[in-house]
């Protein structure tokens, strides 16, 4: 964790010291040892929210805030000036959709400091995460069954003794917590139902407000397209696997990968050969090894993959991007007017090129590309020759696409990783 990071953490619980709040799904580990991926689940109430509000607004270490607030729950997304990200959920509610699953005064008058810290007692935390964990249809996580498992015989009977008593359910030791019992559901959720926080009218408020919650982030969320392109052997997979870290571990975003394009419609082999088998055949080819020469061969390939993107570009906005998620295209359009050959197609790239004005456009384009002579280095697939041409041609493209179309268009050359994913990280951010 860096310095900016940690200050600010230590800052913001010295300036909580008295106020009423509790840090959930704290194992007692280090705060200045918080990973990337590490959130902070707090208990507040409404005075500590406006306090901690104001105290996100007036800090200098942010390049940028967004702030999210739905049903019992406030979150907020802290990009650091200096790259590193924290994400603070502000909880005024257990809540999983209209169900109260655990009432803040319970948790509010049988919590206890830890190291300055305060949160909840370990009966309390074991009973918080298997709660929401068993609400969402799974069993214990790892991390917490770890935790818990360091714990004498004595102190997990005990735990899972008041747990079994207070919902009716039949855990007979730790292991047995990490798997997920529809039995136990059913024990807990008609427990539920007898708390007056889950009274008829207050689970229709609850639904009401979830609703909304949903209809207001489907309104104000945004989705982005981001494609990678590049000859083989540029770096673009290793490249692509790091971004995808980046993206959904350490900035929380939702993520689906896609390679090449929608994929509404199956590769044209697997009519032939079926879907699995097409699939396998597919990876083991190398590229640019098919034969076809015929012209009206590869303008119907062509037509049935362009298909493919005007009736898949609607597809993926009504599954993916009106839900906020960031698709990322291991590849895309560009290759039908770069690289044809790639998909066994034979023909001159105009049409290709003017078609793609109806195609979906991507928020974000990177070409990666690199010389020659490093590209044989990293992979032995294509010539000297042809990679030379083929960059070329992108780089041309790209530079074209950047005046014409809407998106960006953004050339790389990929010969440090860390400069690399930086310079596209920069670029997200702008936008996201």
Not at 104 to 130: C, D, M, Q, R, W
Request: net charge positive; proline share 2%; charged share 25%.
């Amino acid at each position: 964790m860096t310095i900016e990071k940690n200050n600010f953490i230590q800052s913001l619980f010295k300036s909580l010291q008295t106020e009423q709040y509790v840090l959930l799904k704290w194992m007692g580990e280090d705060l200045t040892q918080l990973s990337d991926t590490s959130d902070l689940d707090i208990l507040i109430t409404k005075e500590v929210e406006e306090k901690i509000a104001f105290f996100i607004k007036d800090s200098t270490f942010f390049s940028k805030v967004e702030k999210e607030t739905f049903v019992g729950v406030t979150h907020y997304y802290l990009y650091f000036k200096n790259g590193d990200f924290l994400q603070i959920d502000l909880l005024n509610k257990f809540i999983r959709k209209d169900v109260v699953y655990l009432t803040t005064n319970e948790v509010f008058e049988n919590s206890i400091t830890i190291k300055g810290i305060k949160t909840y007692p370990a009966s309390l935390l074991f009973e918080h995460t298997l709660l929401f964990n068993l609400l969402n249809g799974s069993g214990l996580p790892e991390k917490y069954f770890l935790h818990f498992n360091k714990l004498t015989k004595q102190e997990q009977f005990s735990i899972l003794d008041k747990f079994n008593f207070k919902y009716n359910t039949t855990y007979t030791n730790l292991t047995t917590t990490t798997q997920f019992n529809p039995t136990h559901k059913i024990a807990v959720t008609t427990y539920l139902k007898s708390l007056k926080e889950n009274s008829f009218f207050s689970k229709l408020k609850h639904k009401v407000a979830y609703t909304k919650g949903i209809c207001s982030q489907v309104r104000d969320k945004k989705g982005l397209i981001i494609t990678f392109s590049g000859v083989d052997g540029a770096g673009k997979s290793t490249i692509i696997n790091d971004i995808l870290y980046l993206l959904g571990g350490k900035y929380r975003k939702k993520i689906v990968v896609l390679r090449h394009r929608p994929s509404l419609l199956p590769i044209i082999s697997a009519w032939k050969y079926g879907k699995k088998q097409a699939e396998q055949k597919s990876v083991e080819r190398l590229p640019r090894q098919g034969n076809n020469n015929s012209k009206v061969s590869s303008y119907l390939r062509f037509g049935y993959y362009y298909i493919d993107y005007l009736l898949g570009q609607f597809y993926i906005w009504s599954k993916y991007l009106i839900r906020g998620y960031t698709v990322v295209y291991d590849r895309y359009y560009f290759d039908f007017i770069i690289d044809g050959k790639r998909s066994n197609i034979n023909m001159s790239a105009t049409l290709p090129k003017f078609l793609y004005a109806f195609v979906a456009k991507p928020d974000l384009n990177f070409f990666l590309y690199a010389d020659a002579a490093t590209i044989i280095k990293r992979k032995q697939e294509l010539s000297p020759s042809v990679i030379t041409q083929l960059t070329k041609k992108y780089l041309s493209l790209f530079k074209d696409f950047s005046k014409k179309h809407k998106g960006k268009y953004i050339h790389i050359e990929n010969l440090n990783k860390q400069n690399t994913l930086q310079t596209i990280i920069h670029h997200y951010l702008k936008i996201a």
